[in-house]
């Protein structure tokens, strides 16, 4: 189960990448907004910002994020991603930080590309740090007894799912979209006891939680620590840096034919 005040215990450095990607989309205006994983809805908020006048569209697949969106005033609906599809005044589609949950998330953004109007814009961020010694630790303590049986049908993912920037940039350019494809590793520099093991708990450590019980849970993060802990040690000046990749994808449909012509 999501937890969005967990989740949010890291604003400040989980929000960072979302305005950096919202800084390359060049709508000036927009009739609808849609923003794919929405989350507790901090972020979304912006959007009517950035887009005064523009229908704010939020879909995220847990109730919890959902209610807590909604709680901030945003109208927001449960739903998988894979089952979206824009509607024909839908201008800018956004999602930060959702996709790598959709292994075939690759297909799923040329499909809207060929659903969306032309001219709209599809900015996406994907956390790409799936092979980093904080995954590597949770893979490799969940395949330890007692936890094996119980985590089997846990799909953790490794660095394949996530792919490099050209990757997407490949497939969206042949789709005939105008695209600006990086991507950034950025040092986030955390305090606390364990920050490291709180910033996955947000995250990364949802479904290992969802299979245990409370003992279990915290059995599991009492054998974690220690590997985490030596991954990311604490620097002198009580702070820990956790380096973080993410992927961003901008692309402008139908913007290729437009620069062409």
Known sequence: MWDPNVYLAFADHRSRPFYDLLSRVGAD???RVVDLGC????LTRYLSKRWPGAVIEALDSSPEM???????GIDAATGDLRNWKP???????????????????????????GQLPDQSWIAVQIPGNFETPSHAAVRALARREPYAKIMRDIPFRVGAVVQPPIHYADLLLDAGCRVDAWETTY?????????????????????????LDDDGWEQFRAELIPLLDDAYPRRPDGTTIFPFRRVFIVAQVGGARRSAG
């Not at 959902?66 to 901030?72: C, S, T």
């Not at 955390?190 to 990364?204: D, K, M, Q, S």
């Open 29 to 31: 205006r927009a009739r």
């Open 39 to 42: 989350g507790p809805g901090h």
């Open 66 to 72: 959902v209610a807590a969106a909604r709680e901030r």
């Open 87 to 113: 509607q024909p005044d839908t201008d800018v589609v956004v999602s930060n930080a959702a996709l790598h949950w959709v292994p075939e998330h690759s297909d799923l953004l040329v499909k809207w590309v």
């Open 187 to 211: 040092l986030h520099q955390l305090t606390g006891e364990h920050p490291v093991l709180e910033w996955i708990t947000g995250t990364a450590l949802v479904p290992v939680q969802e299979r």
